[in-house]
């Protein structure tokens, strides 16, 4: 097998490709590691992507169906025999901790949603063991959580103003928990020898791995049970009814919930476009629920069914009976049973049925019980060894050898050697390859991005504020080397050194999603990411290294974070440091390449970058007008008021807003750190993209460009704003508007500029 | 004819998504989608069974 080209038929099967890479030893690896130490045996280890699988064939064949960190477990254990049992142990505590639940749903969280997907795709297919994906997606939680807020307002006699939103967003996790434990319980019940994997895939996305269900009927069975559960439970939480976010004057649309789509894993006829597939069944699905809630039904749908059911021998048609009358009265049973499932649901309903528990703490009763009811899903999770059980990598906790401007994964590593060296384990070559690799997946990596989660941005903007000062003290100060880069960096003195951050919002990557589908989206946002960003950040001046020098991390969305430590060395030893001046330079850098990128023929852009594009794509592209990426329709109408203008339309293409700031806190002090810092640069991201989302539309209204639907008729290029948080992170000020020439605010003037300007101004400095 | 069992999709609806390319599918589409499954007794949205359980919980 030779590179991503041949795990095209796999369900995200470049995940595959990136996964067996890591165990591969080629011969030029064998050589180098031979001429270090002669006397290593690699005799075991895989020399192709190839013998990876087979390897991995054994392993299913031995212990089934495992989760990613299992895998990877066992392949180590596999190419490492007869190492010393401390080593083995910590590398499967290692990655059996990366087991460990995500804290809304109770499942594996985003970082393996890719490689599970793709091993349960080539499980089915290398051993034709039957093999079911479940495809989930909840409805409404914005509109949930706005319902809470009204509630708990109503309670508590306040306006729902009063109420903070991440209280009302508490219960709505509750209510998403009660429903995905209630799912993997009942499937849990159904096919009690089964492999469960459930992961969240996205915010209100789950997936749900099954080794079971094969045949139509049993998936049919599960489909209809666990949306009859879903609905019993969203009723007992008094959620059927509340208005939709988007369509609040949609009754079918109304309430809380989730719908699914099962797929058969050895069913799938195009990789790349089965998501869109059950994406269509989901929303399908959500329509019908909503009728039935109601007591209706769709006719149409169920007359299909119907026929389908007939055709296949799955109903028997009665004697004397036409097609069409056994379609005619299964249309009647279904609507006399909708009416009582909607009547059986009101019953369960608290909001209906006073007898039931009222109110807030009536919701938190209910799900309280149900989840001791429901249990917890046996997963594999062990306790991370202590030595790596801690976020704390930078300053005094700094391990040795490690440089400020280190990576995240590399800290961890170190922290591990020591940990060895002082135990007095030697590790061989191959001991130290998977060791390493193993303690790396403590920095997971964003699957959709292919940059860091969020969590280690948190972690990583802590060890940074922890090491500036180390870093600063390390400097020769007057050395010309160091002159020089201050001069470069737009600054007067070591003390003006500080790490650097900025929050990237692009805007319209739903839009990439619904017109190019997930996949290609995909590519899409890994090119923002590394060659945008990435790239923007290079051509600022900083220096491509060996070492890592800066940080990126994917939020969801088109959200991105970037962390930039105080400073570095090149490759010839000459420093560089982190400045506003360098931040203005990548903003600038990134309009540029976002300008590009609108410039780009999408199907030429796809095809070079690994996308999915055959004659029906390019067929597709042509007919929709879809020639750059400029042309990336905005899906949703976005309405903003100008005085007397109400202005209506869609912000084509993509565009990018830049929020930079120093990092500058005390991470001792209460009410602050990586987590409060990188939330506060985002909220003022988004609420830049916001304004100037209203920005564009206002001008092109005014210069009376926007056409008949309301879409800007040519794409409006990027205007960029920044902000810089002063010395705690609570308070942001303004350094520029669009076109601002002035742009580095002397520290000093920090406080009184914070005290001043204490609502950001949209583009052009507009209020 | 493809039968409910068969690990191969029919071929209309093989051809009905390569027509609509690698993008998110309308909900005219998606409606389409789900009709010819279901026609072709395959697993798709339906909440006749679903109600079918509801009304029989009713009754107990």
């Known amino acids: ?144 959580n706005d319902y809470f807020r009204q509630k708990l307002a109503s309670e508590k006699a306040v306006l729902p ?14 209510a998403v928990r009660v429903l995905s434990a209630g799912m993997t319980a009942d499937i849990a019940a159904m096919y009690p020898d089964a492999r469960i994997v459930p992961i969240r895939t996205g915010g209100d996305e789950l997936r749900i791995l099954i080794t079971g269900v094969s045949e139509p009927a049993e998936q049919l069975r599960l489909s209809d049970t666990l949306h009859a559960n879903i609905e019993k439970r969203v009723a007992a939480m008094g959620l059927q009814d509340h208005p939709h976010l988007k369509a609040p004057e949609d009754p079918r649309r109304a309430g809380f919930g989730a719908a699914l789509a099962v797929q058969d894993m050895h069913q799938i006829s195009n990789p790349g476009t089965l998501i869109q597939e059950l994406d269509a069944r989901i929303t399908e699905m959500k329509n019908q629920l909503g009728m039935m809630r109601l007591g209706m039904i769709d006719r149409e749908a169920v007359a299909a069914e119907a026929e389908g059911k007939l055709r296949f021998g799955l109903i028997r048609m009665p004697l004397g009976l036409s097609a069409d009358d056994v379609i005619d009265l299964e249309i009647a049973k279904a609507q006399k049973n909708a009416e009582k499932a909607a009547h059986a649901l009101r019953d369960m309903n608290p909001e209906y049925n006073p007898e039931l528990p009222q109110g807030v703490d009536g919701f938190k009763n209910y799900a309280a019980q149900t989840m001791a009811q429901l249990g917890r899903l046996a997963m594999a999770v062990a306790v991370l060894p202590q030595i790596l059980d801690t976020d704390k990598l930078g ?3 700094r391990p040795m050898g490690i440089r400020p401007s280190d990576s995240l994964e590399r800290r961890y590593v170190a922290r591990a050697l020591e ?75 070591m003390q003006q050194v500080m790490p650097q951050a900025m929050a990237v919002s692009v805007h319209n990557l739903a839009g990439l999603n619904s017109a190019l589908g997930h996949h290609n989206a995909d590519i899409v946002l890994r090119h923002i990411a590394h060659e945008v960003i990435g790239g923007a950040i290079h051509a600022a001046g900083v220096p491509r290294q060996a070492r890592s020098s800066f940080a990126i991390a994917h939020h969801g969305g088109g959200n991105f974070s970037v962390l930039l430590p105080a400073g570095g060395t090149d490759a010839q030893g000459r420093s560089w440091f982190a400045s506003q001046a360098l931040i203005h330079k990548a903003r600038g850098e990134i309009k540029e390449r976002i300008g590009q990128l609108n410039k780009s023929p999408i199907a030429k852009f796809l095809s070079q970058n690994g996308g999915y594009v055959d004659q029906d794509v390019y067929q597709y592209l042509e007919e929709k007008n879809l020639n750059t990426f400029a042309d990336i329709r905005d899906p949703k109408e976005r309405t903003y008021v100008f005085g007397d203008d109400i202005v209506k339309g869609r912000v084509n ?7 930079g700031a120093a990092v500058s806190y005390d991470p001792q002090m209460p009410g602050t750190g990586g987590g409060v810092f990188i939330g506060n640069l985002r909220t003022r991201a988004d609420a830049m993209m916001e304004q100037y989302r209203g920005a564009v539309l206002h001008q092109l209204y005014k210069q009376g460009a926007l056409d008949g639907d309301h879409t800007p008729v040519r794409p409006f290029q990027a205007a960029f704003n920044s902000y810089a948080i002063g010395n705690h992170a609570g308070a942001a000020f303004i350094l520029g508007g669009a076109d601002a020439k002035k742009y580095v605010q002397p520290q000093e003037t920090a406080a009184a500029d914070d005290r001043r300007q204490d609502k950001p101004k949209g583009p052009g400095g507009r209020a | 004819m493809t039968s409910a069992g068969s690990k191969q999709l029919p071929e209309e609806i093989v051809e009905f998504m390569a027509k609509i390319g690698p993008r998110s599918l309308t909900d005219e589409e998606a409606r389409a989608l789900n009709l010819l499954r279901l026609k072709h007794g395959l697993p798709a949205a339906s909440a006749a069974g679903v109600a079918a359980i509801l009304a029989d919980k009713d009754k107990g």
Request: cysteine-free; charged content about 25%.
């Open chain 1, 653 to 659: 293409g993509i565009h990018a807003i830049v929020v």
């Open chain 1, 1 to 144: 097998m030779a590179g991503a080209q041949a795990w095209q038929q796999v369900l995200e099967g470049d995940s595959i490709d990136r996964f067996f890479a890591h165990f591969v030893l080629d011969d030029a690896q064998r050589g180098k590691i031979l001429r270090d130490y002669p006397s290593a045996d690699l005799s075991h280890l895989p020399s192709s992507k190839a013998d990876v699988l087979k390897d991995l064939h054994d392993i299913w064949q031995r212990d089934g169906f495992l989760t990613p960190a299992e895998t990877q477990a066992a392949l180590i254990e596999k190419y490492l025999p007869g190492a010393d049992e401390r080593l083995t142990r910590f590398i499967r505590d290692t990655e059996l901790s990366r087991n460990k639940p995500e804290t809304v749903t109770g499942y594996l969280s985003k970082e393996h949603a890719y490689l599970a997907t793709a091993l349960a795709h080539l499980y089915a297919q290398q051993t034709g063991m039957p093999m079911t994906m479940v495809e989930v997606d909840f409805s409404n939680m914005g509109g949930t």
């Open chain 1, 395 to 397: 300053g005094p906790f």
């Open chain 1, 419 to 493: 940990h060895f060296d002082q135990e007095g384990i030697a590790l061989s070559p191959a001991a130290l390859r998977f060791l390493k690799l193993s303690v790396r997946g403590l920095a997971p990596e964003d699957p959709s991005a292919q940059v860091m989660m969020p969590v280690g941005m948190v972690r990583m903007i802590d060890n940074a504020a922890a090491d500036a000062q180390d870093f600063r003290a390390q400097v020769t100060v007057h050395h010309s080397d160091v002159d020089a880069a201050l001069r470069t960096a737009g600054l007067k003195s």
């Open chain 1, 161 to 174: 103003l009063d109420i903070p939103q991440r209280e009302a967003e508490v219960l709505t996790d509750l």
